[in-house]
């Protein structure tokens, strides 16, 4: 059945969206609510509006008088901004098109206004500001959490209605200089109002952005400034009056987007990307001077004001990059990120301006510090690409950066879980065998993700069966690091576990050859009784499961029959190692593009996958047994199913590579052999067996041959 939008409804049906909504609070029409929460327009709902309008000769002009008033709406770019590089974005764009390749995630780092970020929609977004009125903009632009519109709309709609008369913090503060007494009586009801809504959960964290951002755009839009809060224009008329515009988000943002509210330089060394964009304070004028007023009604904290301008205490918010430490500054930023490509704007005022308004960073230090990283490329806004030592631009223009980085390789990390049969040890082998310039990658059978973390590409789909282990990967993936760290280390001292990083084995009475186990016996069973008692698989199941394993005997992930993690208490805890692959881990898995699934291999898609792509197999081995091959977990059935499935990827062109054992403690994976000797065009190369995790109850002796496979 077909449906639409609210806009192309309300658009076919020739009455205003607000009315729209109208009706339908009103009961005049039922409608189906998807699982996102979002109300799904349909014919049938179009054919019983259309009938009740045409009978009620209704139409825009006879709303009812209790119907919301019309309200407008707004988009990212409408705002002004110091250095905003909206008119630059088909220079950046055409830029980018031209001279990277697969181009998967972007990361913003000095965001802004999130303008050049809305120009990558397509892809998995990063994006960074110290300010926080910018990142939660951001929030509104490009989090993918779902939101009502309709509630916004409606919240909207009755902030645009009202008329305060008490005063606030902001009219006992901002009243005639800025914006008039009445005006910031209705910032200031507002501002707390969103807050409120928010601590009571009537708005979720995305709603609560958009309605902030929504309050931020309509006071620029009418500040009694030149655009930025240095100093306000005495002795004028308040002609303009607040109104709020209902944000306008693009509809299909990117799951995996990540919003940042770090200062740049601690932020870099812990994300990666395909592409980072560096847009720095060009010169002496601080962003918090300019736009403090903004930033003290999106903290919302209510500080003390003092001056003229009633500027707050900024102090913290200072950059380096609008003084004479710029360049070490910048050269520090540059030495520690992680990407393919580094794009930065720069103009070329360095010495030809006021002192306030000269560049910090000279040509020569940009062209230096880029080209220890790789090969530099420099484009003015007409794209006339000029290299090293022969530019000489005269005008006062931007320029693009370009540094296309030397084999900027991933550091290669392992996985937060000790999963069976993780390939983390087999990496340095199997990973130079991988294709270099593969535009996604499939991983199969993910387990732990030892594989899928590392290889090199950024948009990587993860599947496993095992729907408890991608529960928790996905919860790694979408919860900050300081959410799960805070929450892990209140656990233990819930449950009275030990943590011999923090204490050391003294305090427990126990010593580092006989293990924690008898110290936390009694507390581990407190939280596996918990666990298994839990009735929902929330954030807290998933992070309760990560604590479980930590503590568990050989770190494993086991569950009986009845659905009961059932592993008894191991002789580790949460130590130093432990912390640091889990730290790494996120990091890693909030920088990619990232998808996981828990699909049967046999359902997992080939379409919108090319000779581009790659996937990676590692099944239950056949001839082995392992945790994740019990109670029959892996059949011949499966075996061949799955190289009848990898036939299917090598008809398509798709290249793929599987791990595998071809002889194993005496046993020969007989179909797998004959499959091989099947296909001349595959090659099974060779590697050497090297785990110290699998099959742990069974012995280390007799002949592994464990292979890969490929079909390129």
């Given at each position: ?372 990283k790789g090969k530099v490329k420099v484009f003015s806004e007409d794209y006339k690409a000029f290299s090293t030592g022969k530019s000489d631009i005269q005008a006062n223009q931007e320029r693009l950066f370009l540094c296309i980085c030397n084999n900027e390789k991933k550091e290669v990390i392992p996985s937060a879980l000790n999963y069976t049969g993780g390939k983390y040890k087999l990496l340095s082998q199997i990973l130079p065998l ?279």
């Amino acid at each position: 059945m077909m449906s639409y939008s609210a806009t192309q409804l309300a658009k076919k049906l020739d009455i205003s969206r607000s009315y729209l909504y109208y009706l339908k609070d009103n009961g005049v029409v039922e409608v189906e609510i998807n699982d996102n929460g979002r109300v799904i327009w349909n014919e049938e709902a179009y054919q019983k509006l259309s009938e009740y309008i045409k009978k009620n000769k209704a139409d825009s002009s006879d709303e009812p008088k209790d119907a919301p008033k019309e309200y407008k709406t707004t988009k990212i770019n409408n705002r002004r901004y110091l250095g905003n590089k909206y008119k630059l974005l088909p220079f950046i764009t055409g830029v980018v098109e031209n001279e990277c390749k697969n181009i998967n995630t972007v990361a913003d780092i000095f965001a802004g206004t999130g303008a050049v970020a809305s120009a990558f929609i397509d892809k998995k977004i990063i994006t960074n500001d110290i300010m926080y009125s910018n990142y939660i903009c951001h929030v509104a632009w490009f989090s993918s959490e779902h939101y009502s519109e309709e509630k916004v709309i409606k919240i909207i709609t009755q902030y645009n209605n009202l008329e305060i008369t008490e005063d606030n913090y902001m009219s006992d503060n901002f009243s005639n200089t800025y914006f008039s007494l009445d005006d910031c009586r209705k910032i200031g009801f507002i501002r707390q109002d969103i807050e409120d809504k928010f601590n009571l959960g009537y708005i979720n964290a995305r709603e609560r952005a958009l309605l902030i951002t929504s309050l931020l755009y309509a006071m620029d839009k009418i500040a009694n400034t030149c655009g930025h809060y240095d100093a306000y224009r005495q002795g004028v008329e308040f002609e303009k009056h607040l109104e709020l515009y209902v944000p306008q988000p693009e509809p299909d943002v990117n799951e995996n987007n990540v919003c940042y509210n770090m200062d740049t330089n601690e932020l870099a060394p812990e994300i990666e990307a395909d592409l980072i964009y560096i847009d720095p304070p060009y010169n002496s004028r601080q962003y918090c001077d300019a736009y403090h007023l903004l930033e003290n009604v999106a903290r919302w904290e209510k500080p003390e004001v003092f001056g003229v301008a009633r500027k707050m205490d900024r102090t913290a918010l200072k950059s380096d990059y609008c003084t004479q430490k710029a360049t070490v500054a910048f050269e520090n930023l540059i030495d520690s990120i992680h990407a393919k490509y580094i794009l930065l704007s720069y103009n070329n005022m360095s010495n030809k301006g006021n002192d306030r308004s000269n560049a910090k960073i000279s040509d020569d230090d940009i062209m230096k510090i880029l080209s220890k990283k790789g090969k530099v490329k420099v484009f003015s806004e007409d794209y006339k690409a000029f290299s090293t030592g022969k530019s000489d631009i005269q005008a006062n223009q931007e320029r693009l950066f370009l540094c296309i980085c030397n084999n900027e390789k991933k550091e290669v990390i392992p996985s937060a879980l000790n999963y069976t049969g993780g390939k983390y040890k087999l990496l340095s082998q199997i990973l130079p065998l991988f294709p270099k310039d593969a535009d996604q990658v499939v991983d199969l059978f993910c387990g732990g993700c030892n594989v899928g973390i590392n290889v090199d590409c950024n948009k990587v789909l993860f599947n496993d069966s095992n729907e408890y282990l991608m529960g928790l990967l996905d919860t790694f993936r979408r919860l900050t690091k300081e959410e799960i760290f805070d929450w892990i280390y209140k656990s233990i001292d819930k449950y009275g576990l030990s943590l011999v990083s923090k204490n050391g084995y003294d305090f427990y009475n126990c010593e580092s050859s006989k293990g924690l186990g008898e110290y936390n016996k009694a507390g581990y069973n407190k939280l596996r009784g918990d666990f298994n008692k839990k009735a929902s698989k929330d954030n807290e199941y998933y992070l309760m499961l990560y604590l479980l394993i930590v503590y568990s005997f050989n770190n494993q992930l086991r569950f009986n029959r009845k659905g009961e993690f059932n592993l008894p208490v191991g002789k580790r805890d949460f130590n130093s190692k432990m912390q640091g692959k889990l730290e790494a881990f996120i990091d890693r898995v909030k920088s990619g593009d990232y998808r996981f699934t828990t699909d049967d291999f046999r359902n997992v898609s080939m379409e919108d996958y090319t000779d581009k792509s790659f996937f990676y197999a590692d099944p239950p081995y056949l001839i082995t047994c392992a945790t994740y091959n019990e109670q029959a977990g892996w059949t011949e059935n499966d075996e061949k199913d799955l190289l009848n499935y990898l036939e299917e990827l090598d008809k398509k062109g798709i290249r793929f590579a599987l791990s595998n054992v071809l002889e194993s403690k005496g046993k020969k994976n007989v179909i797998l052999s004959e499959w091989i000797n099947q296909n001349k065009k595959f090659k099974a190369i060779p590697l050497n067996y090297d785990y110290t995790n699998s099959n742990y109850h069974t012995k280390k002796d007799g002949i592994t041959k464990e292979v890969l496979v490929v079909n390129y």
